[in-house]
């Protein structure tokens, strides 16, 4: 992968030459990066208009030193070259705006759908510069939030058992006695049944293994609120195996008004989010798209940033990636 991505050493390995060196020399001499049209403003944003399509996808990255920048890429490329349509420092809205809006307004307004996550940032700069697109929250990043929720049930009651049997310890000590740990009938402790029951909270029931299936029912039956926002994790999840948009919009008023019902805080920040969300959320059902595309490619820009063993000179980084995805 690294030859895929870093061409470079390729050339340094059948010229005979040091990698380092043949980068060196790329940098200095072989390549246009000293006369490179872009390098002034590189650090600040990258613009490839020719790029544009119809279906765009944004995301954000962090390329160096945990500085963040937002992608916009083509979802209509499936190879790298011609992906990349902006990189920009930041993830401001105001930034946004500014640097995007000097590609051609024309082809801003012919944009069809643009993929993204659930950032208020991102939404308001799409919501601005794209007139005519369709924006489409990201099932992945919808999905994820309900999970986080479920979760959060999980970890707040191993908390609360932590407490407990420091609690319980402490007065076993004072009164000189021993204390001996509660175990369930499969051997867990509760600390260790709700630090181990993180991953099969992840799963559908029918993919546990045989010891799985005893841990959940262990686990539900000591800690059924638990089992409620599995449970309400499962329905949401559920919701994007349908193919109708009208269908799903009442599948997910359903959802909501069961969330209010079972009185979690936490999904009912989730319902929140999809009532503030409701018509991006639900336009994944026009066409089933997803961010995938600019996740794959943040993934391939990590890996690239991973060969190069880090970045040490961020404009030379944009350089290179511009080379290798615009």
């Keep these: 992968m690294e ?9 340094a390995h059948y010229c005979g030459m040091e990698v380092d060196t043949a980068r060196r020399h790329y940098k200095k001499k ?21 790029n544009m399509s119809h279906a765009i996808a944004i995301d954000e990255v962090s390329l160096t030193r945990g500085e963040l920048y937002t992608i916009v890429s083509s979802r209509t490329r499936s190879g790298r ?72 049930a999980r970890i707040d009651q191993r908390w609360k058992e932590i407490d407990k049997e420091n609690k319980s310890i402490l007065r076993a ?29 992840y799963k559908l029931p029918h993919q546990w293994t045989q010891h799985q299936v005893v841990r959940a029912a262990t686990l539900f039956q000591a800690y059924p609120e638990i089992e409620k926002a599995y449970k309400l994790h499962l329905e949401f999840r559920t919701i994007y195996e349908g193919t109708d948009r009208t269908g799903a919009g009442k ?21 929140d989010s999809m009532i503030n969300h409701w018509d991006n959320i639900l336009n994944f059902f ?8 600019a996740e794959s490619l943040n993934a391939q820009i990590k890996l690239f940033r991973a060969n190069l063993r880090g970045v040490t000179d961020t404009k030379y980084f944009l350089y290179r990636l511009q080379k290798i995805f615009a």
């Design 3 to 11: 030859n895929r991505l870093d061409p470079i050493s390729v050339v």
């Design 30 to 50: 072989w390549s246009d990066y000293q006369g490179w049209e872009q390098k002034a403003h590189a650090e600040d944003y990258l613009l490839f208009p020719e």
């Design 81 to 152: 070259k011609g992906k990349l349509i902006a990189v920009v420092a930041g993830t401001k809205a105001e930034d946004l705006i500014t640097i995007l809006s000097k590609l051609p307004k024309a082809q801003r307004d012919a944009v069809e759908e643009v993929t993204l996550d659930m950032s208020p940032s991102m939404r308001k700069a799409c919501e601005s510069l794209f007139l005519y697109a369709k924006l489409v929250t990201d099932r992945f990043h919808v999905v994820r939030l309900s999970g986080e929720a479920m979760q959060k």
């Design 173 to 201: 000590r004072k009164a000189g006695k021993g204390y001996r740990v509660k175990t369930f009938s499969n051997g867990d402790t509760p600390k260790q049944l709700l630090a181990r029951s993180r991953y099969i909270l």
């Design 251 to 271: 599948e997910l008023i359903k959802w909501i008004h069961k969330v209010q019902e079972s009185g979690n805080e936490y999904f009912q920040s989730v319902a």
């Design 286 to 293: 026009n066409n089933k798209s997803t961010n995938a595309h």
